[in-house]
């Protein structure tokens, strides 16, 4: 009995693995200039234009800013805890853009702190800066915005619009430190850096940073808008400087968080507040 081997396959019909082939690595260039239109695009690029309809709309109306009010950190339902879900969602909501910004400058350098100085490095030092540029921002600010206002040309600001219930505060102060964050990590990090990327000058950066800043407080009139861009200025300068933004944080956050729980705490209480 003999045995018969099977039958070969033709080489061409054998099952095989394609063979790879090179592929050339195709390197895109930056696109900074789309980054900033889609990150300002999703936060306060377009918040600067609905503050500037609103101002608009207010100037043009019989007596004008000398008879508008304007509500920070209004409730959003008069059930507690939907309010304060919705408190929170709208911090949350707050924060993701500058949580964006970090993460399309962590993907173009290696720098520590995304390049933007954003580390804990010699902490207590940002800390005492955050301070002082607190305390030097803020109190010629209420100032500006109590002669704004009694010039006409500043609205009546209500810094807190929420019930006198338990997380009242504890609110207040996550709005605080989310303005901090939002805008320092976008209007300061993210754009300066981005610009400076554009080979823009650094005075022409800061003039365009402080502006946008200033016309998303138009809401508040007239001095919301020069105070604001005065502070956008110093702050541009700063991290100009500096390349630190944690101190430009903690400024902000503390302006704020003085601001709102000041209010709620002392209105009706002190005649002027």
Same mark, same amino acid.
């Given at each position: 009995?003999?045995?018969?081997? +099977?039958?070969?396959?033709?080489? /061409?019909?054998?099952?095989?693995? @394609?063979? +790879?082939? @090179?592929?050339?690595?195709?390197?895109? @260039?930056?696109?900074?200039?789309?980054?900033?239109?889609?990150?300002?695009?999703?936060?306060?690029?377009?918040? *600067?234009?609905? !503050?500037?309809?609103?101002? #608009? /709309?207010?100037?043009?109306? &019989?007596?004008?800013?000398?008879?508008?009010? #304007?509500?920070?950190?209004?409730?959003?339902?008069? &059930?507690?805890?939907? /309010?304060?879900?919705?408190?929170?969602?709208?911090?949350?909501?707050?924060?993701? +853009?500058?949580?964006? =910004?970090?993460?399309?400058?962590?993907?173009?350098? &290696? %720098?520590?702190?995304?390049?933007?100085?954003?580390?804990?490095?010699?902490?207590?030092?940002?800390? *005492?800066?955050?301070?002082?540029?607190?305390?030097?921002?803020?109190?010629?600010?209420?100032? %500006?915005? #109590?002669?704004? &206002?009694?010039?006409?040309?500043? =609205?009546?600001? !209500?810094?807190?619009?929420?019930?006198?219930?338990?997380?009242?505060? @504890?609110?207040l102060i996550l709005d605080g430190i989310q303005n901090g964050v939002l805008e320092e990590i976008v209007m300061i990090g993210f754009l300066l850096t981005r610009l400076r990327q554009l080979d823009w000058t650094p005075m022409r950066a800061i003039?365009? !940073?402080?502006?946008?800043?200033?016309?998303?407080?138009t809401y508040q009139g007239i001095g919301g808008f020069v105070g604001n861009f005065v502070m956008g200025a110093i702050f541009g300068y700063w991290f100009t400087r500096t390349r630190r933004v944690l101190p430009l944080v903690i400024a902000h956050?503390?302006? /704020?968080?003085?601001?709102?729980?000041?209010? =709620?705490?002392?209105?009706?209480?002190?005649?002027?507040?």
């Amino acid at each position: 009995m003999t045995s018969e081997s +099977p039958p070969q396959l033709d080489e /061409d019909l054998r099952p095989h693995k @394609p063979t +790879p082939q @090179p592929v050339d690595e195709v390197v895109q @260039p930056p696109r900074y200039g789309l980054e900033i239109v889609l990150v300002l695009g999703v936060s306060l690029g377009i918040s *600067a234009i609905d !503050s500037l309809i609103n101002f #608009a /709309d207010i100037q043009t109306q &019989r007596g004008g800013f000398a008879n508008a009010t #304007a509500t920070l950190n209004q409730a959003a339902s008069p &059930r507690a805890w939907v /309010d304060l879900s919705y408190q929170l969602l709208s911090v949350a909501n707050g924060v993701m +853009p500058a949580l964006l =910004a970090l993460y399309v400058l962590s993907r173009c350098t &290696r %720098l520590p702190g995304f390049g933007i100085g954003l580390s804990t490095e010699n902490l207590g030092r940002q800390v *005492a800066q955050g301070l002082g540029l607190a305390a030097v921002i803020g109190i010629p600010g209420l100032g %500006l915005v #109590a002669l704004a &206002r009694s010039l006409g040309v500043n =609205a009546d600001i !209500s810094a807190s619009g929420l019930a006198d219930i338990w997380y009242r505060y @504890p609110i207040l102060i996550l709005d605080g430190i989310q303005n901090g964050v939002l805008e320092e990590i976008v209007m300061i990090g993210f754009l300066l850096t981005r610009l400076r990327q554009l080979d823009w000058t650094p005075m022409r950066a800061i003039l365009v !940073s402080a502006l946008i800043r200033g016309s998303y407080h138009t809401y508040q009139g007239i001095g919301g808008f020069v105070g604001n861009f005065v502070m956008g200025a110093i702050f541009g300068y700063w991290f100009t400087r500096t390349r630190r933004v944690l101190p430009l944080v903690i400024a902000h956050s503390v302006i /704020d968080i003085v601001s709102f729980v000041g209010y =709620a705490a002392l209105h009706n209480r002190v005649g002027w507040i």
